[in-house]
RNA sequence: GCGGGCGUAGUCCAGCCCGGUUUAAGACGCCUCCCUGUCACGGAGGAGAUCGUGGGUUCAAAUCCCAUCGCCCGCG
C-alpha cells in the first residue's frame, strides 16, 4: 500500500491524497462503508459499488465466527468471496472489547452526551475504574476471552490471533487488536488499558508476515496526555497507517480538540484512520482536523431503521405523511434510487414491512454520504476549507 | 316477529359472572426522541377511550336492572 498527498489545505489541517492498494485507488478523504460480515447489508457488492463507495471495512471478530476465517482463505480471500473487486479493511475486533463488554453491561455507545455521563442511574456514574472486568468477557494482559454472541462458547482473541485470522482473511488494510475503552473508563483503568494496547500494537507488528497494510490504533479516552502518549507511541511504530479509536467526548467541539491532540503527533506522510465515526455534521470537522479515511454505519444502520438522509436532514421515512409525497428523497440527488422512485412508494414498502425499502435507503444513504464527502474534496481542491 | 349474542381509544380486544383494589389493561397503529469501528422486523417516552344511548338501583356502575338504537346468529 503507498499513500500520496496531493493537496494540502491552507485553511485547515485537511488534505486530498490517493491510497493506492492492489486492488485500486482510493481518493482521501473517504466514507468507509461498513460490511461487517462480508456484505453490506442489503445492498450486493456490484450495488455498493454503484454508491461510489471506495473502500469497504469488515469486522474480524464476526467473520472469525461466522463463517470463519478458513472458508474465506479457500475462497481466495475476502474479495474473491464477496465479489468486491476494490480495497477492504478489517477491523481487528477491538471494539467488540468494548460493545460487547462494558458498551453491553452499561448500555452506552463510545460517545456518551452529558446527560449520560451525568446521569441519574447509579451504573452510569458508576466508573469503571482498574481491576473492573465486563460481565461476559475477560480482559487480560494477552488477550480476551469472548464468549460468543451465537452460541456462547468462549473464544479468545489476543493481538496474535486476530493478526493471525485478518491474515486469512486477506483484506488490504487490517488493524492493530486494541482495547476500545469506554466513555465511563476513569483515568487509571484508561492509563491501564493504553499500556495493554500498545503491548499488542507491538505484538501485532511482530507477528504479521503478510504484506497486508497494517493500522496501529491510538487510544487513550478523554484525557489529553494519554492520547498524545499514545498517538507518540503508535507514530514510533512501523505501522503503515494510523486509526484512532476510542471515545471522543461528550460534544462536538470536544471531538475535534481530542482528534487535535491525536494528528499533532501522527507523521504527516501516513494514512489517519478514524475508526466509527461519521455522523453528517461530524464530516466536515473530521476531515479538516487531517483524518483520512472514516468508517461509520451510520449511513446504512439509519437506513435499516427507516431514516433517509437528504439536503432537508434527516427524513423518517416511516411516517404517514410521506404516502402523499409523490417525488424523490432528495430533489437534488441523481442517485439510481432518486431517479427512479418517490418517498410515497418507499414509504409504503417500509410500513408494508418489505426488505426493498431498507435497501433503497441504504443506497441512497450511501450516496449522498459519498456525495456529501466529494463535494468536502472538491472544496479543498478549490481552496475553500 | 320470537329467542340468543355482542356494542370499551384509529383498529382488535381484556375487565363485566363475584359493583369499590381501574387515575379502564394489552396488542397493533400514530407521534417524539435514541440508536457513530455489533444488531432489518430495535430501545425509551408520549398522545388517544369516561366504557352505544337514555333512565334506574346503590354511598359507589364499564360492571346489576329496565328501555332504546345498531350489528351478528338461530327459528319463523
Redesign the pocket.
Do not use: A
Given at each position: 500500500m503507498q499513500f500520496h498527498i496531493s493537496k494540502k489545505s491552507k485553511l485547515s489541517n485537511a488534505r486530498l491524497g490517493f491510497l493506492e492498494t492492489n486492488h485500486g485507488v482510493v481518493e482521501t478523504p473517504c466514507l468507509v462503508p461498513?460490511a461487517?460480515?462480508g456484505v453490506i447489508?442489503t445492498l450486493t457488492s456490484e450495488e455498493a459499488e454503484q454508491t461510489k463507495s471506495q473502500m469497504l471495512?469488515a469486522?474480524t471478530?464476526?467473520l472469525h465466527l461466522k463463517p470463519g476465517e478458513k472458508i474465506l482463505e479457500k475462497a481466495g480471500g475476502i474479495h474473491k468471496f464477496m465479489n468486491w473487486k476494490k480495497p477492504l479493511m478489517t477491523?481487528?475486533g477491538?471494539?467488540?472489547v468494548?460493545?460487547?463488554g462494558f458498551?453491553?453491561d452499561l448500555n452506552v455507545?463510545?460517545?456518551m452526551?452529558a446527560k449520560d455521563r451525568m446521569g441519574s442511574d447509579a451504573d452510569l456514574r458508576a466508573e469503571i475504574k482498574i481491576g473492573s472486568q465486563p460481565k461476559k468477557i475477560k480482559i487480560r494482559q494477552d488477550g480476551v476471552f469472548f464468549r460468543s454472541?451465537i452460541d456462547g462458547r468462549e473464544l479468545f482473541i489476543g493481538p496474535k490471533e486476530s493478526i493471525a485470522i485478518q491474515e486469512k482473511i486477506g483484506a488490504d488494510i487490517i488493524?492493530a487488536f486494541?482495547e476500545?475503552t469506554a466513555p465511563l473508563a476513569d483515568y487509571e483503568y484508561t492509563k491501564n488499558s493504553l499500556l495493554k494496547t500498545h503491548e499488542w500494537a507491538k505484538i501485532c507488528l511482530k507477528v504479521k508476515k503478510s504484506k497486508q497494510a497494517l493500522y496501529g490504533?491510538v487510544?487513550g479516552g478523554r484525557f489529553k496526555d494519554l492520547r498524545t502518549e499514545s498517538a507518540k507511541f503508535i507514530a514510533s511504530q512501523d505501522f503503515d497507517g494510523f486509526?484512532i479509536?476510542?471515545e471522543f467526548g461528550n460534544d462536538?467541539k470536544i471531538m475535534s480538540q481530542m482528534l487535535h491532540w491525536v494528528v499533532g503527533e501522527l507523521s504527516e506522510k501516513k494514512p489517519r484512520h478514524l475508526?466509527?465515526?461519521?455522523?453528517l455534521d461530524?464530516l466536515e470537522k473530521i476531515i479538516k482536523v487531517g483524518v483520512d479515511t472514516f468508517?461509520?454505519?451510520?449511513p446504512t444502520?439509519?437506513a435499516?431503521?427507516g431514516?433517509a438522509f437528504t439536503s432537508e436532514g434527516k427524513l423518517?421515512m416511516?411516517?404517514?405523511?410521506f404516502l402523499k409525497k409523490r417525488e424523490p428523497l432528495d430533489t437534488g440527488c441523481v442517485c439510481n434510487v432518486c431517479l427512479n422512485y418517490k418517498k410515497d412508494y418507499i414509504c409504503h414498502l417500509l410500513?408494508a414491512?418489505e426488505?426493498t425499502a431498507?435497501k433503497l435507503l441504504t443506497f441512497h444513504n450511501l450516496c449522498y454520504f459519498n456525495n456529501f464527502v466529494e463535494e468536502i474534496r472538491a472544496k479543498i481542491k478549490k481552496g475553500e476549507i
Open positions: 461498513v461487517t460480515q447489508k471495512i469486522n471478530f464476526w477491523d481487528s477491538g471494539f467488540q468494548f460493545s460487547l458498551g453491553q455507545g463510545k460517545i452526551n454472541p488493524f486494541d476500545c490504533i487510544q486509526g479509536g476510542g462536538k475508526l466509527g465515526i461519521g455522523q461530524d468508517d461509520c454505519t451510520v444502520h439509519y435499516r431503521r431514516i423518517n416511516k411516517q404517514v405523511k410500513r414491512g426488505l431498507l
